[in-house]
């Protein structure tokens, strides 16, 4: 069984799988030093720098959730903090 794991660093967040032999395969760019590597190596790493590593639950096939469609082309655009009333919206006619 293939695990996921994630990483959240205060400068980035990235993922690794471990094989049924718990070594290190297919990670993200940033992680590509840790693969061939046991998890144990990874675990500890990641800790000695202070970054969280979370475990994703995954079965092998599961079936990705479907999405809903957006409503309109409106709900596309994201939203923008009012600063100093500075909006996304199309303005009233």
């Not at 695990?3 to 940033?30: K, M, S, Y």
């Not at 675990?43 to 970054?51: A, L």
Request: charged share 30%; hydrophobic share 35%.
């Amino acid at each position: 069984m293939i695990r996921l794991f994630q990483v959240e660093a205060p400068h980035f967040t990235a993922g690794f799988c471990v094989d049924v032999t718990n070594l290190v395969w297919r990670t993200a760019p940033i992680l590509k030093w840790m693969e061939d590597k046991p998890l144990y190596v990874a675990e500890s790493y990641c800790r000695k720098k202070g970054w969280k590593l979370i475990e994703i639950p995954y079965e092998s096939g599961q079936e990705k959730e479907s999405v809903p469609e957006p409503k309109n082309e409106t709900s596309l655009r994201p939203k923008v903090l009012e600063l100093g009333g500075a909006t996304n919206e199309s303005p009233q006619e």
